[in-house]
């Protein structure tokens, strides 16, 4: 039987080399491609009609624009609407691409450490630079615990610094990881509904898809989470405390 | 494990690069400003409908008020109205009355004249009758034809003191 990992397999689809880099066209950038054709695609048809009374596709974009315009009216304040379409745009990729996931045979970029890592990192560099085009050199100060007693800086600040700098890691770990593991998960008890047969199978039959259930909450959930913790650090660099 | 391959991460990188700047590009500049349009106009729609409802609801009430004084109005007028009738009637009745009574009256003293005209027409015929009995009777008692002027004279005489 194949292995629960050959899932995560890169297939080269187009072979492309430029410049002696292999960026060839594989099942990864296919689903990424389909990612933006119904995120961007459909969101904008959806949107196009623009009827007072919305149908059922433009009611989804709506919800999906109140959502996120909400989650940051209550995270950064009003000054986040600048950063509106950036985190939709964030929220959108992850919650497709994750959901794209979902179905059978089908691959989930989010599983990639690369990719999530880069996602993660790209915001750390932004929100970064952020924090030093708002505040300048008094950005350092976040690094101080404000109220914390001087002799206890040696020891806070190094703290504050690892925990700040160990951000982008969070970030694209707890993404990279949900997706590895619930698909894992869902691979391995798929191979017991064949090993047990027809005798036993429909036990583990039963359990996979309460799980496929749990790990659609995952997508929508994780594709939140990155999209909650990145208005975050907006807020923080912003506001520093 | 395929994820810590770093020979496919030049390919993921570039292409997740690729694809999230054009799904940015497509919502930034596209569905985000037309979806935020829509949900402005609704907005300013639904607005202007609770203010043109509430224009109306007060317009409403202006013409339900107006409806109950006018009714109010109306209500006494009819009363007024059906008081005059009934005094009109009232008045018409009595002079209906008046009239009747003097009609009756006169009537009677009609009925009276003629009456006491009939008396004394009957009187006046018996009295020529009588005298003519008188004369016949006077006739035959002594055989001599009296002067009806006499006759008369003594009839008028007796009836006179009947009377």
Redesign the interface.
């Known amino acids: 039987m194949a292995s629960p990992l050959e899932q995560f397999e890169i297939k080269t689809i187009i072979p492309i080399e430029i410049g002696g880099v292999d960026i060839s066209f594989t099942n990864s950038s296919l689903m990424m491609a389909i990612t933006v054709l119904i995120g961007g695609g459909v969101v904008a048809l959806a949107a196009s009609r623009g009827a007072i009374v919305p149908g059922r596709f433009q009611s989804i974009a709506e919800m999906l624009y109140e959502f996120i315009a909400g989650l940051i009216r209550e995270t950064i304040g009003a000054e986040g609407r600048r950063y509106f379409p950036i985190i939709f745009t964030l929220f959108m990729f992850i919650l497709i691409g994750n959901m794209l996931g979902m179905i059978p045979y089908s691959f989930t970029f989010t599983s990639h450490i690369i990719v999530t890592f880069v996602m993660a990192f790209t915001v750390f560099i932004g929100v970064t630079v952020l924090g030093f085009a708002r505040h300048g050199l008094h950005f350092f100060s976040f690094f101080i615990p404000p109220g914390a007693p001087l002799y206890m800086w040696p020891l806070l600040i190094p703290i504050e610094i690892i925990s700040y700098l160990s951000r982008p890691i969070s970030l694209s770990v707890r993404l990279f990881a949900n997706m590895l593991a619930g698909h894992t998960m869902l691979k391995v008890i798929a191979g017991f509904v064949f090993a047990l047969g027809a005798l036993a199978g429909w036990l583990p039959l039963l359990l996979i898809t309460a799980l496929t259930g749990l790990e659609i909450l995952i997508a929508f959930l994780q594709a939140y989470v990155f999209a909650i913790l990145t208005c975050l650090y907006i807020k923080d660099a912003l506001e520093l405390h | 494990?395929?994820?810590?391959?770093p020979?496919?991460?030049?390919?993921?990188?570039?292409?997740?690069?690729?694809?999230?700047v054009?799904?940015?590009l497509?919502?930034?500049r596209?569905?985000?400003p037309?979806?935020?349009?829509?949900?402005e106009?609704?907005q300013q729609?639904i607005d202007s409908d609770i203010a043109r409802a509430e224009e109306i609801a007060a317009e409403a009430d202006g013409v339900l008020s107006a409806y109950e004084e006018e009714l109010a109005k109306a209500r006494s007028n009819a009363q007024e109205e059906l008081h005059k009738a009934a005094e009109a009637v009232m008045a018409e009745a009595e002079q209906h009355y008046a009239s009747l009574t003097e009609k009756l009256a006169a009537d009677s003293d009609a009925a009276h004249q003629r009456i006491d005209g009939a008396r004394t027409e009957a009187i006046a015929g018996i009295s020529g009758m009588v005298e003519d009995i008188a004369r016949q009777a006077v006739e035959r008692l002594v055989d001599t034809s009296p002067e009806p002027a006499s006759v008369s004279s003594a009839v008028n005489a007796a009836l006179e003191g009947r009377t």
Do not use: E, H, K
């Open positions: 494990m395929p994820q810590l391959d020979a496919t991460y030049a390919s993921q990188v570039f292409w997740l690069v690729v694809s999230f054009v799904l940015a497509i919502l930034w596209i569905a985000l037309r979806i935020s349009n829509t949900l106009n609704r729609r």
